[in-house]
């Protein structure tokens, strides 16, 4: 089973990112055989609907399993579409960290967004 977390740079060392689908990568981790993959979210520069696309990236790499800080709307409607399912880790931790705490059953699993959506990039 693969899971997917969010994160600032490449490899499981990496700091968690604080948005889904604005987030530089995804670390893709393997539980049957501990693989580690980094990918690119070529989702986060998208004027919107980021959220919804990272999710499309991600279920074309055979993720089961999502790790976020949060979610939205389009992405919760994704993941709800792909059958993915979705649990929230803790901020300011690791990608290891947040594996660990999955595997612990650390993590509550998220069955509708936990924020309003962006209309597009808001940055100033």
Do not use: W
């Not at 990496?14 to 990918?39: C, H, M, P």
């Not at 986060?44 to 609907?49: R, T, V």
């Not at 980021?50 to 979610?71: F, H, N, Q, T, Y």
């Not at 803790?90 to 959506?117: H, P, Q």
Request: a neutral charge; one cysteine or more; glycine letters at 8%.
């Amino acid at each position: 089973m693969k899971i997917a977390i969010c994160s600032n740079s490449q490899g499981i060392k990496s700091e968690l990112a604080e948005r889904f689908g604005r987030a530089d990568y995804f670390v893709i981790y393997d539980l049957e055989n501990q693989d580690v993959k980094t990918i690119e979210n070529k989702a986060k520069n998208e004027p919107s609907g980021a959220g919804g696309s990272a999710v499309r990236s991600l279920s074309k790499e055979d993720v089961e399993i999502i790790l976020v800080p949060e979610l939205g709307p389009k992405a919760m409607d994704a993941i709800k579409a792909f059958e993915i399912k979705a649990y929230a880790y803790t901020k300011g931790a690791t990608v290891e960290n947040a594996i660990e705490e999955f595997k612990l059953g650390k993590l509550k699993e998220l069955t509708s967004n936990t924020k309003e959506g962006h209309h597009g990039l808001r940055r100033a």
